[in-house]
């Protein structure tokens, strides 16, 4: 019989629900946080993936946490929105106010079951968890009817007091019960048969969907998540790229794949729009700074690239000998040549539109062409990655309070690198030139001094978009003030206008989180 979920309805059952939980579990880990702008750009992305449930974001972490969940709230419509809490009076009212705009809402109420968790991590008696089971569920069922629990150290916890505590969850009101193997600890089989003992002994089991949400401590994330479904779990909590606490997350992109290639195995399927897999990818990549792995299954640049000649022979005589999938099903095109100097506005529209960027703005569409005409000139060959990297960087670049403008470098063996700088702050033109230790040293030392500021580079490095000399380089800069770490990318063919490119949408950043916690700097800032 199928479960009738507040916000699903009667599933099919073998229809597994996709709870993303990039922009919580993944925005959490270092390196990874993003602004506002790039959360909701994200969680359009994500809807635009078709995952099921978006987890937006831990309400009570900070005004910030709370200010994006409620914009993603309001903005994004088609999936279920979530909001994380502890199991705690402020944390549950707080998510509560979050996700109230949403279509549908969620609030996903945790707390730790494990002996180990109670005893030094939270110092409670398990009769004073299970009373706060109680208490966390009713009142977040006083807000939504669509209520998340979940046992905290759950694949860690003794077997019989895990029932007590969900037991306690559906009585109280929950509609989803999530153990994680928050440790990564976890083995498939102790997966499999945590759910399978929950759904024969706990009373209530078959009312309400299970879900599960392993770490990949040991690489077994993805492993464990295909076991829960193997025992009837019908949520799987999953993050773009496996990006999460410490060694990530299940990979969606993995466990989406899986069950829709090996369907005969599995007898499962998911609502995701497995071509969009790629481009949401990176656009994690662009928006974090952090590229995959190159033999990253299914994103990966190598994950459909045949070296040997006797594989290379194979799939020109037939894909299937050396492919499960194909590239396009997951949003790789096989010819990548695209685009050349007398291509126009309207095919450059359409090239966005295939490459699934039909939303880009008017101002955002006419500072990409430019770019794109420039990178036509000097480039001989346009990629379809090239093109991305560009329209990812103006949308990131929307909203930002300086601009650059242009920048000359003169650089060589003999004596110092100088670096004439432009930019553009609120809307005024300002330039300034520098020597340094190099050409990247010069423009950053003009950019200083365009911009003075405390924050120290913690982090610079250069990787190519795509193949040869006259590659886009994509840049990363890390800055951190006061704590506060921010990571800005840039993409060009000169890997210089790159690196300050990148360097101004870390500042772009720095000013976004100094402003959350201190507006009035803000304003001394920018007169500077
Ligand atoms: O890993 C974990 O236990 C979590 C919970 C908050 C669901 O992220
Ligand atoms: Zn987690």
């Known amino acids: 019989m199928p479960i009738q979920h507040p916000s699903f309805g009667a599933l099919p059952e073998d229809r597994i629900i996709i709870f993303d939980t990039t922009l919580r579990d993944g925005e959490q880990s270092p390196g990874f946080s993003m602004n506002l702008q790039e959360k909701l750009r994200m969680a359009e992305a994500l809807a635009e993936l078709g995952v099921d449930v978006i987890e937006a974001g831990f309400p009570i972490a900070s005004p910030g946490d709370f200010e994006s969940v409620r914009l993603i709230a309001e903005n994004i419509r088609g999936p279920v929105i979530a909001g994380l809490a502890r199991a705690a ?162 990979s969606l992109e993995e466990v989406v794949m899986a069950i829709r290639t090996r369907h005969d195995a599995i007898g499962c399927t998911t609502g995701v729009v497995t071509p969009n897999i790629l481009k949401t990818s990176k656009l994690l990549a662009a928006i974090t700074g952090f590229d995959v792995q190159p033999n990253k299954a299914i994103v990966g640049r190598n994950a459909f690239a045949h070296e040997s000649g006797i ?75 090239d093109i991305a990297a560009l329209v990812d960087d103006e949308v990131l670049r929307g909203h930002n309070r300086i601009r650059f403008v242009a920048l000359d470098v003169h650089a060589g063996s003999r004596g110092p690198a100088r670096a004439e700088l432009e930019l553009e702050i609120d809307g005024t033109a300002k330039q300034a030139s520098a020597t340094g230790d190099g050409p990247v040293d010069a423009t950053f030392n003009a950019l200083r001094k365009i911009f003075p500021h405390e924050a120290v580079l913690r982090l610079f490095s250069v990787g190519a978009v795509t193949e040869g000399t006259d590659a886009q380089a994509r840049v990363t800069v890390r800055l951190e003030e006061d704590g506060k770490m921010v990571d800005g990318q840039g993409a060009d063919t000169d890997t210089i206008v790159a690196s300050a490119r990148a360097y101004v949408h870390a500042l772009n950043k720095l000013l976004v989180k100094r402003a959350r916690t201190a507006p009035e700097d803000i304003a001394t800032a920018m007169r500077a």
């Not at 194979?314 to 894909?319: D, F, H, P, R």
């Not at 539109?353 to 005409?373: C, P």
């Open 311 to 385: 594989h290379q022979d194979g799939v020109l005589k037939n894909a299937a000998t050396y492919e499960i999938m194909t590239p396009e099903s997951v949003g790789w095109s096989r010819s990548s040549l695209v685009m050349g100097k007398h291509s126009g506005r309207a095919a450059f529209r359409d090239k966005l539109r295939a490459l699934g960027y039909g939303e880009v703005g008017d101002n955002q569409l006419n500072d990409a062409f430019r770019r794109f005409k420039d990178l036509a000139d000097r480039k001989k060959v346009v990629y379809d990655e």
């Open 89 to 250: 009076r402020a944390d549950i009212l707080r998510a509560a106010e979050a996700v109230a705009p949403a279509e549908r809402r969620r609030i996903h109420t945790f707390i730790s079951t494990s002996a180990l968790h109670m005893k030094h991590k939270l110092r409670m008696e398990p009769d004073e968890v299970l009373a706060a089971v109680t208490d966390s569920v009713s009142l977040a069922r006083q807000h939504t009817d669509d209520v998340e629990w979940s046992a905290e150290d759950g694949s860690r916890t003794d077997r019989d007091f895990l029932c007590r505590c969900v037991e306690a969850a559906i009585k109280a009101g929950a509609t989803t019960i999530n153990i994680p193997d928050t440790v990564g600890y976890a083995v498939p089989a102790d997966m499999h048969a945590i759910f399978a003992m929950l759904r024969e002994r706990v009373p209530g089991a078959d009312g309400v969907i299970f879900s599960t949400h392993n770490h990949n401590d040991l690489g077994l994330a993805v492993a464990n998540t295909l076991a829960a479904v193997a025992a009837g779990v019908r949520q799987i909590e999953c993050t773009i790229n496996g990006i999460g606490e410490r060694a990530g997350n299940a």
